[in-house]
């Protein structure tokens, strides 16, 4: 996973191709922590051509309050340009894995 600043994630929101993964996390909430483990596993191991960015929720507070993010973790599918999905339960690696071949 690649860390991205607030300018990079407002451009990838601009964008109106392809598909993009945001994961948004904070650094002080210990369910974010195993979350990226999962991801990290996933985009690693199970899908190393999946490229998942993060971004820390804390320094981008004003994004996040314009994407009306409920809370963290959360997993950010855009498509389009357009929020395809939202996953705030990462139920488990297969679950996730499943969820991120549909796209």
Avoid: W
């Avoid at 199970?46 to 960015?53: C, Q, S, Y």
């Amino acid at each position: 996973m690649v860390e991205i600043s607030k300018k990079q994630l407002i451009q990838m929101l601009g964008s109106q191709v392809g598909v993009s993964f945001i994961y948004f996390y904070s650094p002080f909430c210990g369910t974010c922590q195993l979350a990226t483990k999962m991801l990290e596993l996933i985009s690693t191991e199970i899908r190393p051509t999946l490229h998942i960015n993060k971004c820390n929720i804390n320094a981008v507070p004003d994004v996040a309050q314009s994407l009306k993010i409920k809370s963290v973790p959360l997993l950010l599918i855009f498509k389009n340009g357009q929020i395809a999905e939202e996953i705030y339960a990462f139920r488990s690696i297969d679950y996730l894995t499943h969820v991120l071949e549909q796209y």
